[in-house]
């Protein structure tokens, strides 16, 4: 986009598998303020609105970072899962532990020539809302945070997927968009029910500290907006923003060819809360 520099990274967190990402700035200054962007299940940097979104939070002064988890399932080639192995060995606690890697690289420095920025804002879709509310409780240099169709629970699994997984040891899921059927392993589970307190999305809603907005659309039926009503009602720092007619991506769609109104509202209200907590203005 013009007015934008991207540049494609990768980083090894200590886990030893690698984070595949993009670091955009505005091209004209150097930015400030840093925000890190994370996707959710079934997710990826490049899907559908999350270059837009990117894009925008550079042109708007920020140094922004999005980037698939180490264990997404999607390889170099960037567009597709074709690891559906790490698909299915991927945890919570593995994806918390890649945003906090994020954050701690973000605060150091290392994609900004070692200027550290003076601020730092989260933005979450769905299950990385839910990511993000976690890391947001758990650090203080959080200045910012924004959770678009955020879950309150991780435990979103069917009595049928918990049989497949005391049976078998793995359950699977399809895609509908790429038509795979995609592996969960029972680590899934088991991980959550060893870092149940943790992992508890409305409890750590209520320790976030930093200004928050919850951004979820009225029609959502992936993640139901009670869900959003829950989290706000938790936290002391949110705001809620129910946006009528929209879904759970806000009406986008991959690959995003245009952006629908519920979009537009989401990258508008995003934009400036991020103005808010980050700049102070």
Not at 209 to 228: C, Q, S
Request: one cysteine or more.
């Amino acid at each position: 986009m013009e007015g934008v520099t991207r540049a494609r990274i990768e980083t090894v967190p200590p886990h030893g598998d690698v984070i595949r990402a993009d670091v955009r700035r505005p091209a004209a200054a150097a930015p400030r303020t840093a925000v890190i962007v994370a996707h959710g299940f079934k997710g990826f940097k490049d899907w559908g609105f999350f270059p837009l979104l990117c894009n925008r939070l550079a042109l708007d002064g920020h140094l922004v970072v999005s980037f698939n988890t180490s264990l997404n399932g999607v390889g170099p080639g960037l567009l597709d899962f074709t690891d559906l192995d790490a698909f299915g060995r991927n945890t919570v606690s593995r994806e918390v532990e890649d945003l906090h890697w994020m954050v701690d690289r973000t605060l150091e420095g290392a994609w900004s020539e070692g200027r550290r920025p003076d601020a730092l804002g989260l933005v979450g879709h769905s299950r990385g809302g839910g990511n993000a509310i976690i890391v947001a409780a758990e650090r203080e240099e959080v200045s910012s945070l924004v959770t678009w169709a955020a879950v309150s629970t991780f435990h979103r699994w069917s009595a049928e997927q918990e049989r497949d997984w005391a049976d078998t040891g793995v359950t699977y899921i399809l895609n509908a968009r790429t038509a795979q059927e995609m592996p969960l392993y029972r680590s899934v589970q088991d991980d959550l029910q060893a870092n149940s307190e943790r992992f508890d999305v409305l409890a750590a809603a209520g320790r976030v500290r930093a200004p928050w907005l919850v951004v979820h659309g009225a029609e959502d039926a992936t993640v139901p907006p009670k869900e959003a009503r829950r989290l706000a009602e938790a936290a002391p720092a949110a705001d809620l923003l129910v946006l009528g007619g929209s879904g759970h991506t806000f009406e986008a769609v991959h690959p995003l060819e245009e952006t629908p109104p519920a979009l537009e509202a989401a990258l508008a209200a995003t934009l400036r809360h991020l103005r808010r907590g980050c700049n102070g203005g």
